[in-house]
């Protein structure tokens, strides 16, 4: 691990099963980096189809995956996050392992769309998993390793994917294909090691108690509004997130005329920050006992400070010489820093604030703001910096400062055990300590 999870007490320094869940996080993520920086070249090649078909295709099944979210979480609910994780797991790897031969256009996109439909609905799963496995700032904990093992493993996978292409050429492709569904199939070995506690474990003959029962089912989070607007301002944020993978490669060949190098270094910078620096942040959060609400708040300003940096940029116009450079890898810095300190904050104010018997459907409602955002975002930036290359900078400062005032008013209507972060506390029961031998009996 790049990083260490070990506390002022050694012996109490990790959950139960921590290490092997951490490792198929991260064995999962460069897998999928092997593909996701260049999905459309990934799948031209894998397919040979036309880029303008593979993009259609992808666009189409990505719309029609979003449909799984609501299933899988359902099925959190009615069967555990585990058993859905783990047969996601398997979805996915199946879905790569048949790419090669996939060749038809009919045959790749009944395989896009299975793989789509775990791929949606992954994440959402992986934070009921969280959510069930751990708690307190254990769980804040767990969420900001998630992140900073998510960043490192897409950029290690891009790099393993990249080796492979100039070493293999064009069947290069088909092996990463065969790879990514090899790591899955990892993942799927080392989670399975990974149990909930006893006392969270629900399975589908026990049922929750009358007044948790998820009979209402989705009607329940359609009702809680401090939840949706908690959604609604996920969205907000999320466009944010979309920016560096569309709006700085546009902005860089497009006002700053830089090369293409320089978006690469961007991308790289914000991965290893990422990768490096998320879980110690986070770790001074919640040394510093501040409110989820507060810290998500807080990374929303520091995105918003970046995005009014890129747009004053924007205006100026520089010539790519090394003070623009500079300057732009300083925002990139500054955006990245707003990431490390929101996303787990975020994150597990979402899982802290769902009901434990719905929290399946909960976060599978919150899902669809991350991908609401990462459908919207390539139109809508490029529509705009069409327009005025300053406009999307425009907006997403006001989106991040709009998000952030709402996390603030947000705290008073949410639960306190949301908002509020708990000391680290386990899912799983201490074990019993061993009875002390009695003492024999002296006689005078």
Same mark, same amino acid.
């Given at each position: ?5 070990? #506390?002022?007490?050694?012996?109490? *320094?990790? %959950? ?11 064995? *999962? ?19 040979? %189809? ?15 995956? =979003? ?7 359902? !099925?959190? *609910? ?40 775990? *791929? ?13 496995? /751990? ?13 900073? %093992? ?5 950029? /290690? ?15 290069? &492709? ?24 006893? +006392? ?11 007044? !948790? ?23 907000? $944020? ?9 709006? &700085? ?13 320089? $978006?690469?270094? !961007? ?7 990422? @990768? ?39 205006? @100026? ?5 090394? /003070? ?6 300083a925002l990139v810095t500054l955006y990245t820093a ?18 434990e018997a719905l929290r399946g459907r909960y976060l ?9 955002? =990462? ?10 910096? /069409? ?8 907006? %997403? ?11 603030? #008013? ?21 074990? +019993? ?9 002296? $006689?005078?």
């Open positions: 691990m790049p990083f260490s999870l070990r #506390r002022r007490h050694p012996v109490q *320094d990790r %959950l139960p099963g921590e290490r092997a869940m951490l490792a198929a996080m991260a064995v *999962d993520a460069v897998g999928s980096g092997m593909y996701v920086p260049f999905s459309l070249v990934f799948f031209h090649h894998l397919t040979g %189809l036309s880029f303008a078909t593979v993009g259609a295709v992808l666009s189409a099944v990505g719309l029609v995956g =979003m449909a799984g979210l609501p299933l899988a979480g359902a !099925a959190v *609910d009615r069967f555990g996050a585990r058993r859905v994780q783990l047969l996601l797991y398997g979805v996915r790897g199946t879905g790569f392992a048949l790419y090669p031969f996939a060749a038809a256009l009919p045959a790749f996109a009944a395989v896009a769309l299975g793989t789509a439909l775990g *791929d949606r609905a992954f994440p959402a799963v992986q934070q009921s998993w969280i959510g069930e496995v /751990a708690a307190g700032a254990d769980r804040d904990r767990l969420q900001a390793a998630s992140r900073a %093992l998510r960043n490192g493993g897409l950029g /290690a996978g891009a790099l393993l994917a990249s080796l492979v292409v100039s070493l293999a050429g064009d069947r290069g &492709f088909a092996l990463a294909a065969w790879l990514n569904a090899a790591s899955f199939g990892v993942a799927f070995v080392l989670m399975r090691r990974v149990h909930a506690p006893a +006392a969270g474990r629900r399975s589908a003959a026990a049922a929750p108690p009358a007044e !948790a029962k998820p009979r209402a089912g989705y009607r329940a989070v359609a009702a809680d509004r401090p939840f949706l607007a908690l959604t609604g301002v996920n969205f907000l $944020t999320a466009l944010g997130y979309s920016a560096l993978g569309v709006l &700085f490669p546009l902005f860089i060949a497009g006002p700053l005329h830089g090369p293409e190098a320089l $978006t690469g270094a !961007a991308f790289t910078l914000n991965t290893v920050l990422c @990768a490096a620096g998320g879980v110690h942040i986070a770790r001074l959060t919640r040394r510093g006992g501040a409110r989820r609400t507060r810290a998500a708040a807080l990374g929303a300003v520091l995105f918003a400070a970046s995005f009014a940096g890129l747009g004053l940029l924007a205006t @100026a116009r520089p010539a790519a010489g090394w /003070a623009a450079t500079g300057l732009l890898l707003g990431e490390t300190v929101h996303s787990p904050a975020a994150s597990s104010l979402a899982v802290a604030a769902a009901p599978a409602a919150y899902q669809l703001s991350w991908s609401l955002a =990462m459908i919207l975002a390539p139109s809508l930036f490029t529509a705009l910096a /069409a327009a005025d290359p300053r406009l999307p900078w425009l907006l %997403l400062t006001g989106t991040a400062l709009t998000a952030a005032a709402v996390l603030l #008013r947000l705290e008073r209507s949410l639960p306190h055990t949301a908002v509020h972060l708990p000391p680290a506390s386990r899912a799983w029961p201490a074990p +019993a300590a061993a009875p002390r031998p009695a003492r024999p009996a002296v $006689t005078p």
